[in-house]
Nanobody, 127 residues
């Protein structure tokens, strides 16, 4: 339904900043919410940050609160993840996800509710 392409990953040192981009397209876009998830080796894909497309309301995982900022530019169908004060534990493949439908709950962190995914972009933080 929604095609997502991530970019901006790379190798950085601890304390550095990096901005990821997710370019969205498709006949059903705009959608309900966009999010960033990440998956480190040997771990489940975990929620990082999300934003409601229309309202701009954001939600963050505790582990990135105060360090990462999710934003979107509606006119370009682009979602960004500004990552500051990066740590080695932020190392992961970062995936952009799109959620097409809302439900009766306010949370945006449930990965099973996201319908479309990008291929991911690798972020490696060296210490």
């Amino acid at each position: 339904q929604v095609q997502l392409v991530e970019s901006g990953g790379g190798l950085v040192q601890a304390g550095d900043s990096l901005r990821l981009s997710c370019a969205a397209s498709g006949r059903t876009f705009p959608t309900y919410a966009m999010a960033w998830f990440r998956q480190a080796p040997g771990k489940e894909r975990e929620f990082v940050a999300a934003i409601r497309w229309n309202s701009g309301t954001t939600q963050y995982a505790d582990s990135v609160q105060g360090r990462f900022i999710i934003s979107r530019v509606q006119v370009t169908n682009t979602v960004y993840l500004q990552m500051n004060s990066l740590r080695s534990e932020d190392t992961a493949v970062y995936y952009c996800g799109a959620r097409s439908r809302s439900d009766g709950r306010t949370g945006l962190s449930d990965r099973e509710k996201y319908d479309s995914w990008g291929q991911g972009t690798q972020v490696t933080v060296s210490s």
